[in-house]
């Protein structure tokens, strides 16, 4: 089971960390990704996390902005988003899968645990 947190309302350029926890079991997915929504719009890759390597990937839209890591011993990734604009704000969701591939990161069909969901509001 994943657990998202840590969102709320930011003014743009200011910065908010996301959490990720895993209950249950062991962790130890092959990826874990963050993955956000807009009203209107389709769920969209921001980034992910390779956890035996550690190795990061992200959009586009988040490259030098957005950094994912992770505590193994909490189990939890975290998403350090920084310069936060207008246009991030959504709802954000982490998932998880033991599978997944490195072709299929970005795809939201890969990965098979989602936790619930945490609003990101960023002010002009």
């Known amino acids: 089971q994943l657990q998202a947190s840590g969102g709320g309302l930011v003014q743009a350029g200011g910065s908010l960390r996301l959490s990720c926890a895993a209950s249950g079991r062991t962790f130890s997915p092959r990826a874990v990704a963050w993955f956000r929504q807009a009203p209107g719009d389709e769920r969209e890759f921001v980034g992910a996390?390779?956890?035996?390597?550690?190795?990061?990937y992200y959009s586009e839209s988040v490259k030098g902005r957005f950094t994912i890591s992770r505590d193994n011993a909490k189990n939890t990734v975290y998403l350090q988003m920084n310069s936060l604009r207008p246009e991030d704000t959504a709802v954000y969701y982490c998932a998880a899968d033991p599978s997944v591939i490195h072709s299929n990161l970005a795809s939201r069909s890969a990965y098979a645990y989602w936790g619930q969901g945490t609003q990101v509001t960023v002010s002009s």
């Open positions: 996390i390779k956890w035996r390597e550690r190795r990061t």
